[in-house]
Structures are given as C-alpha cells and as structure tokens.
C-alpha cells in the first residue's frame, strides 16, 4: 500500500513536467476556418492547409486512386444551412466530411457522413453519403499551399475550388433561392401592408434585373427606390444598366452621367463607382 502510494505521488508530481516539457510550436499545416454566404446558403468549410515544399503532391505524396482527406490532421469538412446540389447532386443540410481519390484527368469527391475521423482512418464507405466525378483542372503557375475557397459567385450560388500544386477542382454549388426570393418580394412589396423603404425597392429591383424578369416592373421599383433616396448614386447606375440592356440609352446615358458626379462629389467615398459608371458610359458610346 505505501509503495503504491509512493508511486502515485510520484506519478502525479511528474505529469506537470512532462505537460511543461512540450514544445508549443507552430503547425506547418494550420487548421483554416472560413464560413461564407453562398446565395442563400450559409457554408462553412475546416481543413488543414499544408504546403508542397519540395515534394511532388499529385501521384507522388498523394497517389492517384486513393482516398484523401483533402487536406491535413483531422479531415476536411463542409457544413451547409440548406439544402443545395453539389455538381447538380443533391445535399441535404448538414455537415459532412469531404473526401477525393484524385486522378490525373479527374477526381471522385467523396460526401461522407461521419465527421469524427482524423483524417482517412476507420473510414468506412458505407458512411458515404455520395460520390461523383468532377475534372481535374491542369495549372501552368504552381500553388504552393492547398487551397480550398469558393469563385464565380451568382445569385443562386457558386463554385466551390479544391486546388494545389498544379491541380484544380471545380465543384458548382447551387442554392434554388429563386423561389424563396420571389415569394419574399410578393410579400413585402406587392403585399406589403405598411412602408416600403428605399431599400427595399432596390433589392428587388436588382433581383429581377439580374433575372431578367419583367424589367419594366424592375425599373418602376428602381425609379420609387431614386425618388425616395435621390443622393443614393448606386441606385442610379443600376438603373443605367437596366436601361443600357434594354437599349434604351438616352436614359441610360442620363442616369449614368447623375451617377457619375455624384459619384465624384461624395464626401464618404465612391465606392468603386466612378470605375463603373465610367466603363458603361464607355460601352455606351461604341454605340453611337
């Protein structure tokens, strides 16, 4: 009994030690947490960021036709607030661990269930949500650190990007926010029963715009949005371009040119539209 507890003590007075004894040092593969809107999706992406230093990535530390934890440490996961379609196959909302086999023409991206695992171990494919095969994208600049990111956003979603070394995968996300969105603006324009701010108009006249969805009730609301917030220079150079598509340019040329110097004289800043307003008046006089 005394030598047990003898050892106890000794045991509970070496694990400071050995606590203090570590090294805190720095991960050469940082665990990245980013979390972004994505049309009306709210994603959530967690990796390990490695570099490739010296080392041939694709086919060489990471074979082709092998399992992968797209990434480094723990595995790589993507949560999602709604129900999208990734490359055109449905997600339900969730969070998921997200797998590849690289190849050298194209990836099978693997959706996984099971967002526990360190990296590939205990992976179980019948875990798997789906898989589905996306190309495999040729770089001539090298990426030195892996990076997983999102491009070519649109209203109703954007591409979400695996790429390093000289590799790069394209996986479309789609949100269906059109009719999510549409209901929204029936309710709180054309069945608004108190004030309709300035704003409000705006939003739904961009929307419509960019849908290309009856464009005279887009610019009816554009025009209510200008009436009620007239120093508003955005407002104005969004209506420019709706009037540039339709060809209806003296207006466009109009508005274009009020937003252009209000643009200049703000005290707060342009915002980048002087650019903008500048680059339409430029496409507007190729036409004549």
């Keep these: 009994m005394k030598s047990f507890l003898k050892n106890s003590v000794l045991v509970c007075l070496m694990v400071p030690f050995f606590i203090n004894a570590q090294i805190n040092k720095p991960s050469l593969s940082p665990k990245i947490v980013k979390e972004l809107q994505v049309g009306l999706a709210t994603v959530k992406l967690e990796y390990g960021q490695p570099s490739a230093g010296d080392r041939q990535i694709f086919g060489g530390l990471i074979p082709y036709q092998k399992l992968w934890r797209t990434g480094a440490n723990s595995s790589t996961k ?16 969730g969070s998921y661990g997200l797998y590849s086999i690289p190849g050298e023409n194209d990836w099978t991206i693997v959706i996984h269930k099971n967002t526990k695992l360190w990296g590939a171990g205990n992976y179980d494919q019948t875990n798997d949500l789906l898989r589905f095969k996306v190309p495999a994208l040729k770089l001539k600049d090298k990426i030195e650190t892996l990076s997983i990111y999102f491009e070519n ?18 996986i479309p996300l789609f949100v269906n926010s059109d009719p999510i969105l549409f209901k929204e603006i029936e309710e709180k324009i054309n069945h608004s029963t108190g004030e309709i701010k300035a704003q409000t108009y705006f939003d739904a006249a961009q929307f419509y715009y960019h849908k290309n969805k009856d464009l005279d009730k887009a610019a009816e609301w554009f025009e209510k949005a200008i009436a009620m917030k007239p120093n508003a220079f955005w407002y104005k150079y969004y209506r420019a371009e709706l009037a540039y598509h339709v060809k209806d340019y003296q207006i466009a040329k109009e508005k274009v040119t009020t937003s252009l110097n209000q643009a200049k004289s703000s005290k707060s800043g342009d915002y980048g539209y002087i650019a903008k307003c500048k680059l339409l008046l430029e496409k507007m006089n190729t036409k004549n």
Excluded: C, M
Excluded at 78 to 93: G, H, Y
């Design 78 to 93: 993507i949560s999602i607030d709604r129900d999208v379609q990734l490359a055109k196959k449905d997600i339900p909302a």
């Design 153 to 170: 956003f649109h209203a109703n979603g954007g591409d979400l990007v695996i790429a390093w070394e000289y590799t790069k995968v394209v």
